[in-house]
């Protein structure tokens, strides 16, 4: 296509790609890099410290969630790499944003299109919540003009379904950079639970289904403020060769972790909007076992690359099981539906609609 000049503008919580965590700037780094491969002029509007082949506009000297600066809130970072992107405005054809909502304040004060991708969540308003069409056509009408002025990418066909709007948005399933992940065709001896260790994410729920199923499990990630969750949900079962805490990994070690374990456990329970771990799991070839909820079964094909389950005890069922999964066919899964390039693909599309429906 066309070779476009590409802002990308993230909220400078975290660098870009960010140390120590998974996350949406990991997705903005793949596509970002990419698009830099295939011959777009691109400016990444981010923290000095971010590791970029664009050009970069350093917002900020280093990450908000490392020093917050000026006391400000999450919204005046987001605000401030936004501005300074529209300051600049002549000098690209589209602004990509993964900022959340920001940007829909902005979309009649620019003269090119705006593309934005929702990271986050989105929950279904119950209709006995939602004002009278008679309301909605008087004092929305503005409003959804605007929101239909940017193009909305959601990462997620479930995320989209909760949308109160959706009439401008789309689907791009995120991608990873498959180089990063080494495929590994015999596992270890343990399973594997890997991220943030809180209540919405089930840490307990996989700590469950180990002890039921009697299989070693490893938990990888940080419980920062959720001690007491982890005092009280995961510390007493916690016991060295059977159940164990390993910290928070860099990535080297993630890698390591993935690739050695017989399956990643992803026991949900909230409305994730995608789920990179899962991608990232089985890149290495380590099938996916994870409720059935959010994304994962647009993610995870049932039988083939892991197994979708209702519950705790379903999941311990499915550890005894995870032998009938092919590695392979985990590693090619993703190969043909996430990988960075397929990603891109998608957001290339984006932005031509977004630059047709903008001229219109």
Known sequence: MKKLRIAQVVSLQESVPPKGKNGLEYVVHYLTEELVKRGHDVTL??????????????????????????GWGGTEYSMTALTKAIDMEKEFDVIHTHLGQVAYYFTNLIKIPLV??????????PKKYLPKKSIQDKYLKDSRARYRRMQHVFVSRNQKKNAFMQDSGTVVHNGIDLEEFKFKKDSQDYFLYLGYITPNKGAHLAVRAARRARVKLKLAGSYKYCEKYFEEEIEPYLKKGQIEYVGVVNPFQRNKLLGGAK???????????????MIEAMACGTPVIGFNGAAVPEIVKDGKTGFIVENFKEMAKAVRRVGEIDRTQCRAHVEKYFSVEKMVDGYERVYKRAIENFKK
């Open 263 to 277: 399956g990643i456990l992803v026991p949900l329970q909230w409305e994730e909007p995608f789920g990179l771990i």
């Open 45 to 70: 509007f981010a923290t000095a410290d971010s590791k970029t082949s664009a050009r970069l506009i350093d917002v900020l000297p280093y990450p908000a969630a490392k020093k917050r600066l000026f």
């Open 116 to 125: 934005e991708t929702i990271h986050s969540p989105i929950h279904k308003i």
